[in-house]
């Protein structure tokens, strides 16, 4: 008991602060690799490595032998089956404010203009319960994607991005890419997602809607072909049935939020060079 004293007494607020770090990259570590095959695999490792440690209590010197091999070559192994989780972490890691600069830096006016298009094209395709798919990037590139598909190049509008879905022509099976305002392509195939715990109801529109998002931090805007709902998937979670002012919130938001960041940190500096 005195020694529990001892050992809670000797902790300080650098031991509390380092314990909260920790504790915090687990965490985020954790939401990275949840409903993934990652979690099922991080699950056998550590019953592997708890078979590992009981051989050795028990003095099973070849089990023991076979285990710790086992591991070793393991390690390898892991570098490969995690590829797109560790190629995730380490975008997620990218993405962090004070390292990278947002690619989107458009005027109000254009951002304002960007969004109402998008919101009345998906409005309208909703309406006529015509199916689409929509991504809208951030700030990590989708080069491989848009290799995929058919480039446009050409300035986000209504009557385009409808004419893209229209049934039976070239582009409508695939997604539409948008960067800023721009429309970037068509028709390109996506990842489909590896989460075996969503609702039966989503169809190959919606897994690749989800799957872009879990590989980057773009957004993806679905309309249902069946119900003609809307739907947006972000960071490997999807939202359902949403009406055209919340999406159009949504949007502004994804739009605004670095460049008012930038918009501060610019006015902070001003202010110290003019004091």
Same mark, same amino acid.
């Given at each position: 008991?005195?020694?529990?004293?001892?050992?809670?007494?000797?902790?300080?607020?650098?031991?509390?602060?380092?314990?909260?770090?920790?504790?915090?990259?687990?965490?985020?570590?954790?939401?990275?690799?949840?409903?993934?095959?990652?979690?099922?695999?991080?699950?056998?490792?550590?019953?592997?490595?708890?078979?590992?440690?009981?051989?050795?209590?028990?003095?099973?010197?070849?089990?023991?032998?076979?285990?710790?091999?086992?591991?070793?070559?393991?390690?390898?192994?892991?570098?490969?089956?995690?590829?797109?989780?560790?190629?995730?972490?380490?975008?997620?890691?990218?993405?962090?404010?004070?390292?990278?600069?947002?690619?989107?830096?458009?005027?109000?006016?254009? @951002?304002?203009?960007? +969004?109402? !298009?998008?919101?009345? #094209?998906?409005?309208?395709?909703?309406?006529? $319960? /015509?199916?689409?798919? &929509?991504?809208?990037?951030?700030?990590?590139?989708?080069?491989?994607?848009?290799?995929?598909?058919?480039?446009?190049?050409?300035?986000?509008?209504?009557?385009?991005?409808?004419?893209?879905?229209?049934?039976?022509?070239?582009?409508?099976?695939?997604?539409?890419?948008?960067?800023?305002?721009?429309?970037?392509?068509?028709?390109?195939?996506?990842?489909?997602?590896?989460?075996?715990?969503?609702?039966?109801?989503?169809?190959?529109?919606?897994?690749?809607?989800?799957?872009?998002?879990?590989?980057?931090?773009? @957004?993806?805007?679905? +309309?249902? !072909?069946?119900?003609? #709902?809307?739907?947006?998937?972000?960071?490997? $979670? /999807?939202?359902?049935? &949403?009406?055209?002012?919340?999406?159009?919130?949504?949007?502004?938001?994804?739009?605004?939020?670095?460049?008012?960041?930038?918009?501060?940190?610019?006015?902070?500096?001003?202010?110290?060079?003019?004091?």
């Amino acid at each position: 008991m005195q020694q529990l004293i001892d050992l809670f007494s000797s902790i300080g607020l650098k031991d509390l602060i380092d314990m909260a770090i920790v504790a915090f990259v687990f965490y985020k570590l954790y939401t990275l690799i949840r409903e993934t095959r990652a979690e099922q695999l991080i699950k056998g490792i550590v019953v592997l490595l708890i078979a590992t440690q009981a051989s050795e209590w028990l003095q099973l010197h070849v089990i023991s032998w076979i285990l710790r091999n086992t591991i070793q070559v393991g390690l390898i192994a892991l570098l490969i089956v995690f590829q797109p989780e560790l190629r995730r972490a380490l975008e997620y890691i990218g993405r962090t404010k004070f390292l990278t600069k947002s690619i989107i830096d458009i005027e109000d006016e254009e @951002i304002r203009f960007a +969004v109402n !298009e998008i919101v009345e #094209a998906m409005g309208s395709l909703s309406r006529q $319960k /015509i199916g689409a798919l &929509l991504v809208i990037l951030n700030e990590t590139g989708l080069n491989e994607v848009l290799e995929t598909g058919t480039l446009i190049n050409g300035k986000v509008s209504r009557g385009l991005l409808i004419n893209i879905f229209i049934p039976n022509t070239p582009l409508h099976d695939g997604a539409a890419v948008i960067r800023k305002d721009e429309i970037l392509a068509a028709g390109c195939l996506l990842p489909l997602t590896e989460n075996q715990n969503l609702s039966k109801e989503l169809g190959t529109r919606h897994r690749a809607g989800i799957g872009i998002s879990e590989r980057s931090d773009a @957004i993806a805007i679905i +309309v249902s !072909e069946e119900t003609g #709902a809307i739907s947006i998937a972000e960071n490997g $979670k /999807i939202k359902r049935f &949403l009406d055209t002012d919340t999406l159009k919130n949504h949007l502004f938001k994804m739009y605004k939020s670095t460049e008012d960041t930038q918009w501060q940190f610019f006015k902070w500096k001003w202010r110290q060079k003019d004091e």
